[in-house]
């Protein structure tokens, strides 16, 4: 069990669709009427874009950093987090309150308010990894090509639509599938080996198994073993095989797929492209670049797990 001495809990107040502030408020009842483990908490509030990760990288007072949001404001939050002496690194916990909470499955957080601040009194500090691409961290995911068309896709769709969750990964990855099954030609150099060139439809890199709402695109991925699992889809694949590994993906039993997919662990890779795809990191848009050099830190990251979940991974 985790012994929470001084917390730090940002807050971004737009995560889904403007609820996160209400769960500040939830926080800071059960605070005051002794319902926390917490010792002292102090709430921030972000200011826009990059803010998030600015707190954290002021937060070394602090021994734990609890976010109250999605994967972008954990993204964020573990960027500053590893700008910080490792020594003096506060854990991340996580109040999930996002569209996609993938990285909250990985800690087994729950969903409901309540059931997560349980998770949370009764829950462990551990080491985990955590991936770095081209000088940026990443938590639990990054991709390229039709998943990361999809993961950008639900910011517009989720303005427009007010759809969250796995609805709206499912609706953006449909219109994809109909009208964006791209392909990219593609060299790819696994733990400092030959590259291959061949072309991809999507490569997704993990940390933890799912991204889009829980999709498991990389079941056994477990941010223990010290390196990244990959998942590598190749054309050609047309709209109804693509159809069918889509649903499949959704609860990993795609795996079977070994015609289109493969599948692999390293701790380095290097993705090059003579034109990029559309890239995702934590379910945010990466910068478009020739090369991507990707690596895993193995247990840079002190993190708050909820009850039993290391025992599942």
């Known amino acids: 069990m985790h012994a929470f001495e001084t917390v730090l809990a940002i807050v971004n107040p737009a995560a889904q669709n403007g609820k996160a502030p209400t769960y500040a ?6 605070y005051a009427d002794g319902r926390t483990p917490f010792r002292s908490l102090v709430v921030r509030a972000t200011q826009g874009s990059g803010h998030a990760r600015e707190i954290a990288a002021a937060a070394a007072s602090f021994d734990t950093v609890l976010v109250i949001g ?21 854990a991340l916990a996580l109040l999930p309150c996002g569209n996609g909470n993938d990285y909250a499955r990985t800690l087994g ?3 409901r308010f309540d059931d997560a601040l349980g998770a949370l009194r009764a829950g462990s500090r551990r080491c985990v990894d955590v991936g770095c691409v081209n000088g940026s961290i990443f938590v639990q995911t990054l991709s390229f090509g039709f998943d990361a068309a999809i993961a950008l896709g639900t910011h517009a769709r989720r303005l427009r639509t007010g759809h969250t969750g796995t609805r709206l990964f499912l609706e953006e990855g449909l219109n994809q599938l109909l009208f964006h099954r791209d392909e990219y030609a593609c060299s790819i150099a696994l733990d400092g080996e030959a590259p291959v060139s061949s072309a991809m439809f999507l490569c997704a890199v993990q940390v933890g198994p ?20 990959y998942c590598i889809a190749r054309p050609p694949v047309g709209l109804l095989r693509a159809l069918s590994i889509f649903l499949k993906a959704k609860n990993g039993n795609h795996a079977s797929c070994g015609d289109v ?53």
């Open 25 to 30: 408020a939830l926080l800071e009842a059960a």
């Open 210 to 229: 799912t991204y889009g709402g829980g999709f498991a695109i990389c079941p056994r991925a477990d941010p223990f073993d010290g390196s990244l699992d």
């Open 70 to 90: 999605g994967d972008g404001i954990v993204h964020e939050t573990a960027q500053g987090l590893m700008a910080t002496d490792r020594a003096h690194r506060p």
């Open 261 to 313: 997919l493969s599948f692999g662990r390293a701790k380095r890779l290097r993705l090059s492209f003579p034109l990029a795809p559309p890239a995702q990191i934590d379910g945010e848009e990466l910068l478009c670049a020739d090369a991507y050099d990707i690596s895993v830190l193995p247990g840079e990251l002190d993190v708050i797990f909820a009850p039993g979940e290391r025992r599942r991974l």
């Open 109 to 111: 957080m729950p969903m």
